[in-house]
């Protein structure tokens, strides 16, 4: 399939499942109150620190061993994947359902019991999802990822409307949220029950070393993007994480307009690497330049949404958009510079990475959140992943160099500086003088990487399998 359709295959899916959670805003802050929508999500931040045990890195697993040029090798590597995924899932369930009255008690503020069981049901269900999930991305089948993302999160979003009005509040979202899991769980595992028979890979020492890195990774970058919403709620109390999480869904809203892109070369950069590696850093660079385009393009258009979507009530969280927005221009470096420190020695440099960066956050975090509020925070937050991304493209080059284009960088650095500048300053004019910087940064991007889009051609939708 070519690469722009698939990307916006993915796009539309991604938006779907994620991005109606943004839209539902001005439905959810106008139906909870503050205190209410600071504990949905003081809820959404568990269920994402809980995923990352769930999904057991699985689906860097798979774009990892089953990029191989042999079909049937890969397919025994996701059949292995599958059978971990169900095994960990059922026993999750098997033990967080009777002790959630015992999780209940380690948690910094009160909550429902049942909606913290609805969660559990949920995530349980959706952490069967993601090897079908990664499977499809890896075999270019772009449109059964579409659909199910699509039906999940219209489901989703219907209950939830329709649960919120009849005044289910906090608890409509969580049961919406176990409902459109399970009906959707169920269907993509019938349809990708014949992809289950077959021969499993038999993992070595190796695969699961390569798990344990990843999955402590991942615990990391959820202490870099999500552990924050904790702090908030200990220090500051459910009202102010819910102005912090609203200011957060902007920013949000960034990496899913990235998501496209995301996915679509996520599941294949090792293999390009592998192929014609100054290719993958041309590709790694453009994707960077991408996201700080779309964090350009937040900061713009925020202040208008924020009106639009937003009560009164919540004014106070657009001050917090110019960070939001300088903090995702910076994580796009990380996720993206950093092949070296995946390919070599089992992950184990983005494990240490990530952990010296998740204590720096926590603990300075910490004090400075009680010190000085959400600016301290904030402040921590950016000096946080700037100090990562410095790391990762310092020893990924060290332990696989790659030819990035650092002019290209430093040009869309300049252009978003001068665009946080104006935003900041509100100089005469800074609406016009804003849309004209990105407009002009668009045209740029086109030209720079002029030979990729010639190269791109639009034919027929195809499904195959690269050998």
């Keep these: 399939m070519n690469s722009i359709k698939e990307m916006l295959i993915y796009g539309l899916g991604i938006f779907v499942l994620k991005g109606l959670g943004f839209v539902m805003m001005p439905i959810v802050t106008r139906m909870l109150t503050q205190v209410d929508y600071g504990e949905l999500n003081f809820l959404v931040s568990i269920a994402s620190m809980m995923s990352l045990f769930l999904t057991l890195g699985l689906g860097d697993i798979l774009f990892r061993f089953a990029s191989g040029q042999v079909k049937a090798d890969n397919d025994a590597v996701m059949r292995q994947c599958f059978r971990l995924s169900l095994l960990c899932s059922m026993l999750f369930l098997a033990l967080a359902l009777p002790l959630s009255g015992l999780i209940m008690t380690w948690l910094p503020v009160s909550l429902d019991l049942f909606d913290l069981q609805l969660l559990l049901v949920s995530l349980s269900l959706s952490s069967l999802l993601t090897v079908p999930y990664c499977y499809f991305r890896m075999t270019h089948r772009a449109v059964p990822f579409m659909v199910f993302s699509i039906a999940q999160g219209t489901l989703q979003t219907v209950l939830s409307i329709g649960l919120l009005i009849s005044g289910y509040g906090v608890t409509g979202m ?79 809203m960034i990496s899913v307009a990235f998501e496209p892109f995301r996915m679509w070369w996520c599941a294949r950069r090792f293999q390009v690497h592998d192929t014609n590696p100054k290719l993958g850093a041309k590709y790694a660079v453009l994707g960077v330049q991408i996201g700080m385009l779309l964090a350009g393009g937040m900061l713009f258009m925020a ?34 510079l950093n092949i070296g420190c995946f390919l070599k020695q089992n992950a184990r440099w983005a494990t240490i990475i990530g952990g010296c960066c998740a204590l720096h956050l926590l603990i300075i975090g910490y004090w400075a959140v009680g010190a000085y509020g959400l600016t301290g925070l904030l402040n921590t937050m950016g000096l946080t992943v700037l100090i990562r991304g410095i790391l990762f493209y310092v020893i990924s080059q060290r332990l696989v160099y790659l030819p990035y284009c650092k002019s290209h960088l430093i040009i869309s650095w300049l252009i978003f500086i001068v665009l946080l500048i104006v935003n900041i300053t509100k100089v005469t004019g800074y609406r016009f003088i804003e849309f004209t910087i990105l407009a002009v940064n668009t045209l740029l991007l086109l030209y720079l990487y002029r030979d990729l889009w010639r190269d791109l051609k639009f034919t027929a939708w195809r499904r195959h399998i690269p050998n």
């Design 174 to 252: 969580m049961l919406s949220s176990a409902i459109s899991s399970s009906v959707v769980a169920i269907a993509v595992l019938v349809y990708f029950r014949v992809h289950l028979q077959g021969r499993r890979a038999s993992f070595t020492l190796d695969h699961y070393r390569y798990i344990g890195f990843i999955m402590c990774s991942g615990l990391f970058v959820y202490c870099l993007n999500g552990a924050e919403n904790w702090l908030v709620v200990i220090h500051l109390g459910k009202q102010q994480l819910a102005i912090f999480f609203a200011a957060g869904q902007f920013g949000l």
């Design 303 to 336: 202040p208008i949404m924020m009106d639009i979507m937003l009560p009164e009530s919540y004014r106070e969280s657009i001050s917090l958009i110019p960070w939001m927005c300088l903090i995702m221009a910076l994580r796009f470096h990380s996720e993206l």
